[in-house]
């Protein structure tokens, strides 16, 4: 299989793909805006288009402190984009027929079953109304959450809990003794959903779910710097995670979440991984080839079709982004109007808590990556997007 080093795919002018030149050219002063105001360390942006690279730029720093500038090959902290790369793994057990998307979890993992729900704001715990299945982890409609500051029990026994002190069957086991926030399928919560998918990887394949990661998705797509940790040969390719700070600036955080040493995450289906944008290039080309890539195909047309259609109500919009629904695994454009930026209905896209950032417009055959490694607001992002948008000129 052929290899393109931090280019990902192979690269066109972008007039040959239907894109401007001198329009893609407004994406780095309005990047580097934001580095010199010094509210983002550095950012690398990428755009492709039918299959080839037609803008990669890199500015900014890797680590500030000692004026490491960030590089193409940079290894981020990609947090929540490891949640499109699990949620794929288990849509090619589907496809091997494991299981249903209608399969109770409990099925699977008997930590999920008899499960409870909290009711009339937590003063209230009852029975779940029904089963958990996989296709509500998937959507995250499971009533699983990840915790917050509200007044509510739940969010104290998320604290509790030791969900990372163990292993993968250890945070299934603690996560199933928690009542859920809802019934499942009653509404959209974002939280630990795809993590519990991780385990049932392990469960229904029989390997470590970091080996099937690697074995199934990464190598064959040759994503050969995308792991849950980054050697010592590639330390210095690792950059430094900022934080707002009170000044208006950035600061540096010294433990980054979900962390379990200095270059290493714990084995999460939902926030672990860390990756190069363009091994997760590849990732994005292979979904919008419909399951192909490079002669490897991971998963059949109609399933990808399956994964980007809207899953959930109407009336429920993923973490307030309105205009979108959800799918198996990924945001997806119901209504291109309602979220105020230039884009396609059936764009399928999610992000990472170090504001990384991806897309895949299957109309336009067009995939976007932003990373950077801030954890805090990232109204960069929306730029980013009209910015590519503007550029299309066929």
């Known amino acids: 299989m052929a290899r393109y080093g931090y280019d990902g795919l192979p690269r066109a002018v972008p007039e040959e793909v239907g894109m401007s030149t001198s329009r893609l050219e407004r994406i780095a002063p309005v990047m580097?805006?934001?580095v010199d105001a010094g509210k983002i360390p550095g950012a690398l942006t990428m755009?492709?288009?039918?299959?080839?690279?037609?803008h990669l730029e890199k500015l900014g720093m890797q680590d500030i402190a000692t004026e490491k500038p960030l590089e193409f090959d940079t290894i981020f902290r990609i947090y929540s984009m490891t949640k499109p790369i699990t949620s794929i793994a288990v849509m090619m057990l589907y496809e091997q027929g494991h299981f249903q998307l209608g399969t109770p979890v409990s099925e699977l993992m008997p930590a999920f079953k008899d499960m409870q729900v909290y009711t009339e704001g937590g003063e209230n715990i009852v029975d779940a109304e029904r089963e958990m299945t996989i296709k509500h982890l998937l959507t995250h409609t499971a009533g699983i959450i990840y915790g917050g500051d509200w007044d509510h029990p739940i969010n104290q026994r998320y604290?509790?809990?030791?969900?990372?002190?163990?292993?993968?069957?250890?945070?299934?086991?603690?996560?199933?003794n928690i009542p859920l926030l809802h019934h499942p399928g009653d509404a959209w919560n974002y939280g630990m959903s795809t993590d519990v998918l991780g385990y049932?990887?392990?469960?229904?394949?029989?390997?470590?779910?970091?080996?099937f990661l690697k074995t199934q998705i990464?190598?064959?797509?040759?994503?050969?710097?995308?792991?849950?940790?980054?050697?010592?040969?590639?330390?210095?390719r690792y950059p430094t995670l900022y934080e707002p700070a009170e000044d208006g600036g950035i600061q540096v955080i010294e433990n980054a979440p979900v962390s379990s040493g200095p270059r290493s995450f714990f084995h999460s289906g939902g926030a672990g991984l860390q990756s190069t944008a363009a091994d997760y290039l590849r990732f994005c080309q292979m979904l919008l080839n419909d399951g192909e890539l490079d002669g490897v195909r991971l998963l059949g047309r109609k399933t990808v079709e399956l994964i980007r259609m809207n899953h959930i109500s109407d009336d429920w919009h993923p973490?307030?982004?309105?205009?979108?629904?959800?799918?198996?695994?990924?945001?997806?454009?119901t209504d291109v109007a309602e979220t105020h930026a230039p884009g396609s209905e059936g764009t399928y896209s999610w992000g990472g808590l170090a504001s990384t950032t991806f897309w895949i417009d299957p109309?336009?055959?067009?995939?976007?990556?932003?990373?950077?490694?801030?954890?805090?607001?990232?109204?960069f992002h929306a730029q980013f997007r009209v910015l590519t948008y503007q550029a299309i000129t066929d």
Request: net charge negative; hydrophobic share 45%.
């Open 218 to 236: 990464l190598d064959p797509l040759g994503m050969t710097d995308t792991a849950f940790s980054v050697p010592d040969e590639k330390a210095d």
């Open 363 to 379: 109309v336009e055959d067009l995939i976007g990556i932003l990373m950077t490694q801030l954890i805090g607001d990232s109204p």
């Open 159 to 176: 604290k509790e809990a030791n969900f990372y002190g163990g292993d993968l069957a250890n945070m299934a086991q603690e996560l199933g």
């Open 32 to 34: 580097q805006r934001w």
């Open 47 to 54: 755009i492709a288009r039918e299959g080839r690279l037609v």
């Open 319 to 333: 973490l307030e982004r309105t205009g979108c629904g959800f799918g198996l695994g990924f945001a997806v454009v």
């Open 200 to 211: 049932l990887i392990e469960v229904v394949s029989g390997v470590p779910f970091e080996e």
